[in-house]
Structures are given as structure tokens and as C-alpha cells.
């Protein structure tokens, strides 16, 4: 298996158009997460799935932050507007359900 | 709130020495702790967990402690070698509560000078 594929790697927009960022987990793996990294706060939790369905999205900054998982192979975060302060990077990690959670190689988003 | 603390930024550490890395929690539902290890550019690798039922878990030069009581357990690297140079992160999840979401500490920077 490829690992968490993650697209793009950077991005690199103006305040308030839209982005989306792209994940491929694991085959098989029933758990799919969305972290953001920035040097402020770290690595924080934005959401997760188990099996296709959202089952915790407080870490979601914001309504501008919505996040789908159509099928069991893709998910996706976008932010709409985007603004200045979302640029940190993004990481998708997906686990089965007693495991430990692997990485995508993260996506640098910019918003200038 | 932080939940997972990792208090110290960083730590540099001479090659063949040990390097020993903190964490201390707070929330007692967290039953299930992970290390992994950063590069720039990189996502999180994983690095070594532990159940709640142990106190100690091994893996070639990587151990790690937890000490439930004090809600705080540890990295220890022996011997620490250059490569190890990375940002360390412990993670914590309650999965008696079927909360699988891993919370992060903010890492700690180990430096390993050859």
C-alpha cells in the first residue's frame, strides 16, 4: 500500500477563495482523521470518521471549515472563505480501529 | 485546554547518551499512548505505544514508561543517534469511552549531536 496520499502538497491561494484538500487512506482502515499543525497550537484534531460518517467535529475552527467522506477511499476538507490565519498544514492520518493512525505527507496551505 | 502536555520545546542530547522525552496528561479516560517521531516536511511516523495495562513497553532502543498515577509517562532512547534528530509528539486516546481520536502534545525538539 502507497500509505495516506495527500493532495496537493502546497497550495497556495488568495484570502477568500475557496480550497480543497484531498485524502486517500489506508485501504481497509475504517478511521480517517484531519489534523491541522501550526507552530501556535501545534497538532489539533479538526475532525474525524469511522466508517464514512463524521463522528467528531469540534475541533472544526469554523463554519468557513466543512469536511465529506463520500466512500470509504476519499475525503476532503475545504475551507470557503479561506483567510490569512488558515495557513498551516494540513494532515489526513487514517487507522483501523485498534492501531496506531498513519500519516499522509500533509498539504502546506498558504493564503496570502 | 491542553489535554496532552509535552512541556519541554527541547532537548539536545549527546550521540550514545540517553535521550528521555515527557508527556503528562490529564483526562483519565485516556487509555491507549503513542509516540511518534517528525521530519521537516514529513508527516508523523509512528514511533512505539502502550496499552494502560502496562506500565513499560520496548522496542530495540526505544522504551516507553507510563506512569498512570502520575498520569505522565516517558521516551527513552538508548543509545540516542543522530538520526533520531526530529520532533518527538505523544499522542492519547480513551478508547474505553469508543473515542479512537488521538489528541496531540505540541512536541518536543530533540537535537542528538554526533
Known amino acids: 500500500d502507497a500509505g495516506v496520499i495527500q493532495s496537493p502538497r502546497h497550495e497556495v491561494t488568495e484570502m477568500g477563495q475557496e480550497v480543497t484538500l484531498r485524502c486517500k487512506p489506508i485501504?481497509?482502515?475504517?478511521?480517517l482523521f484531519w489534523y491541522r499543525q501550526t507552530m501556535m497550537r501545534g497538532l489539533e484534531l479538526l475532525i474525524y470518521f469511522n466508517n464514512n460518517v463524521p463522528i467528531d467535529d469540534s475541533g472544526m475552527p469554523e463554519d468557513r471549515f466543512s469536511a465529506k467522506m463520500p466512500n470509504a477511499s476519499f475525503s476532503t476538507l475545504k475551507i470557503q472563505p479561506s483567510e490569512p490565519r488558515d495557513s498551516a498544514v494540513y494532515f489526513c492520518?487514517?487507522?483501523?480501529?485498534?492501531?496506531?493512525?498513519?500519516f499522509g505527507q500533509g498539504t502546506r496551505l498558504t493564503v496570502v | 485546554d491542553q489535554q496532552v502536555k509535552q512541556n519541554s520545546p527541547s532537548l539536545s542530547v549527546q550521540e550514545g547518551r540517553i535521550s528521555i522525552l515527557n508527556c503528562d496528561y490529564t483526562?483519565?479516560?485516556?487509555?491507549?499512548f503513542l509516540w511518534y517521531k517528525k521530519y521537516p516536511a514529513e508527516g508523523p511516523t509512528f514511533l512505539i505505544s502502550?496499552?494502560?495495562?502496562?506500565d513499560k513497553n520496548e522496542d530495540g532502543r526505544f522504551t516507553v514508561f507510563l506512569n498512570k498515577s502520575a498520569k505522565h509517562l516517558s521516551l527513552h532512547i538508548v543509545p540516542s543517534q543522530p538520526g533520531d534528530s526530529a520532533v518527538y509528539f505523544c499522542?492519547?486516546?480513551?478508547?474505553?469511552?469508543?473515542?479512537?481520536?488521538?489528541?496531540f502534545g505540541s512536541g518536543t525538539r530533540l537535537l542528538v549531536r554526533p
Open positions: 485501504s481497509g482502515h475504517d478511521y
Open positions: 483526562n483519565s479516560m485516556f487509555d491507549y
Open positions: 499522542a492519547a486516546s480513551g478508547r474505553r469511552d469508543s473515542s479512537y481520536k488521538l489528541i
Open positions: 492520518a487514517s487507522s483501523l480501529e485498534f492501531g496506531e493512525a498513519f
Open positions: 502502550i496499552s494502560s495495562i502496562k
